[in-house]
């Protein structure tokens, strides 16, 4: 997953304002008592939001699955004078040298976590790479939009270098979305370049989250609504959650 994609990430995501994004988790990270510190994202991508927040003051972490992404994300950091080192590591496994004050995992990272075994493994590794008092914050698609709204009909867009079809099957016995992307990459020369790509997400709820995080030893989990500090509804289309890791007790 994310090896050609890569190349074309960026552009088919220039309209999400990841600076708006940046404010906002770094307004949720305040309510949890970080206002500063090390931050490491899982599942960075090419790295938009993580350079985002080490402009807010933040000394960031970026880990992917994906070595292209990562790639992506190094030349930007360096480009911009940034030294934020980009790991390769698989957010289920997720190993740091020290522990930092929050794990973040944005843009549907969790999503992509297909199993219980998936997403316990993820809760484990994150909870062990946070401080005690640090936090895991990370946000997902809500099973409203996945099955309602993705899976509604046929997706097109036509851009000057990108035109790109999206279609979606919903899977209700797995709770799971298949996604499915084709792209005609145009060339210098004129021509189209086709180009294939796969995803899989799967439609976590409320209840199986606050559970996981239970389980894995967080503590203080609140999901919120979209960019807000409102309690989530089940007609939410995107939930962001935090979760703590608690002090030890004396």
């Known amino acids: 997953m994310y090896q050609e994609f890569a190349e074309i990430y960026d552009e088919l995501m220039n309209d999400v304002n990841y600076e708006s994004w940046a404010d906002y988790y770094t307004r949720l990270l305040s309510v949890y008592g970080i206002h500063n510190g090390h931050l490491c994202e899982c599942a960075c991508g ?4 993580t350079l985002a927040m080490e402009r807010r003051g933040f000394s960031m972490t970026g880990a992917d699955i994906s070595r292209e992404m990562l790639w ?10 940034l030294t934020i080192p980009f790991v390769q590591q698989d957010m289920r496994s997720l190993n740091l ?16 976590l297909l199993t219980d075994e998936d997403l316990t493994s993820f809760f484990r590794a994150a909870y062990r790479s946070i401080r005690p008092g640090g936090a895991l914050i990370f946000d997902i698609s ?4 996945l099955r309602d709204i993705l899976c509604a009909g046929l997706m ?17 016995s797995r709770r799971t979305v298949d996604l499915d992307l084709c792209f005609f990459l145009k060339e210098p020369d004129g021509r189209y370049r086709r180009m ?20 894995a030893g967080f503590r203080t989990v609140s999901l919120y609504s979209n960019m807000t500090l409102r309690p989530a509804t089940e007609e939410d289309q995107r939930w962001h959650i935090a979760a703590t890791r608690p002090e030890p007790e004396e």
């Open 156 to 172: 097109c867009d036509d851009r000057e270098s990108i035109t790109y079809l999206w279609g979606n099957t919903w899977h209700a």
């Open 142 to 145: 809500t099973p409203h939009k």
């Open 72 to 81: 992506q994300a190094a030349q930007k950091s360096r480009k911009r004078g």
């Open 46 to 49: 090419t790295g938009n939001l």
């Open 196 to 215: 294939e790509e796969h995803q899989t997400q799967r439609a976590w709820s409320q209840q199986e989250l606050k559970d996981g995080l239970w389980k």
């Open 97 to 112: 040298h020290r522990p930092v004050d929050a794990v973040l995992a944005t843009c549907d990272g969790v999503n992509y």
